[in-house]
């Protein structure tokens, strides 16, 4: 099957996969599928996440929950510019990359979800994106679950396993935080947020940088929260599970 068909509207392009929506499909159909607003007057909104924006679960047309994303800017760019990308930068494509570094990392049996569609439109300077996929079911990400409980030393090895072979793919996640890495029911880890991430060679330097952040993350959530089961120690397990993870050969 392809991996992907482009469909066209008045200054929007939207990248489909035909996994989940048949090529057949009507261009307005497909541009409301991003319509936010629609699924809040038919009452399909199950969850909405907070972070830089909002993150909407609902339930599509075809009765799957999916996660709809907007692409905010952040920082003082941010403040200026909210959603909108300067037209002649690639970078702002933001959504047409997340999608393709989605299929890639699918491809290559990562725990990421599965893109189904990406949206992009344009005014004569900017470009506003947006991205659908599939919901992981059952999942809570390490924010939620640490707030409430530690985390077992099988668990803490699995985070380590899952982050050290997105690394060895050459991955890098430039937001790698503990609200990005999600358990579902069966205490599988998953990996979410790619935006801005690329495929490139993961040196020591990259490596570093996104082991540290992860520590900040940790560490930002156990001074703003009263109770917040991680500590250090559980940080020295995590590194070298990681390590491992990263020079294994599989
Ligand atoms: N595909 C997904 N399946 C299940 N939950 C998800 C999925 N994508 C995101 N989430 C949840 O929504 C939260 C916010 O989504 P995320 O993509 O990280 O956006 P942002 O950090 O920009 O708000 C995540 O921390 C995670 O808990
Ligand atoms: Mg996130």
């Known amino acids: 099957m392809k991996e992907k068909f482009i469909v066209k509207k008045k200054g929007i392009s939207i990248v489909v996969n035909p996994e989940f929506i048949p090529e057949t499909t009507e261009v307005e159909k497909i541009i409301e599928y991003f319509d936010v607003n629609e699924y809040k007057v038919n009452a399909k909104v ?4 907070y972070g830089r924006g909002k993150t909407y679960l609902v339930q599509d047309p075809y009765n799957r929950r999916v996660i709809i994303r907007h692409y905010w800017r952040g920082g003082l760019i941010g403040k200026v510019l909210g959603d909108k990308f ?14 393709d570094l989605l299929q890639t990392m ?3 049996g990562l725990p990421v979800p599965k893109p189904i569609a990406a949206k992009e439109e344009r ?3 900017f470009i506003r994106n947006d991205i659908v996929m599939m919901e992981i079911p059952g999942t809570k ?20 396993d899952a982050v050290g072979k997105l690394f060895k793919a050459g991955i890098y996640h430039s937001d790698l935080n503990i609200n990005n890495i999600l358990f579902d029911g069966a205490d599988n880890v998953w990996i979410v947020d790619f935006d801005k991430c690329v495929q490139r060679t993961i040196g020591k330097k990259q490596y570093h940088e ?23 120690y559980d940080f020295s397990k995590l590194l070298p599970a990681i390590k491992s993870s990263y020079e294994k050969n599989y």
């Open 210 to 232: 996104m082991v540290n952040r992860l520590k900040r993350s940790f560490d930002k959530f156990k001074e703003e929260r009263n109770n917040f089961y991680w500590s250090e």
């Open 106 to 108: 699918k491809k290559m």
């Open 46 to 49: 199950l969850d909405v996440h």
């Open 123 to 125: 005014s004569l300077f």
């Open 86 to 99: 300067l037209s002649f930068f690639g970078s702002s494509h933001r959504a047409f990359r997340e999608y």
């Open 141 to 160: 990400n390490l924010g939620e679950i640490l707030s409430a409980r530690r985390l077992t030393d099988e668990e803490i090895a699995k985070i380590g």
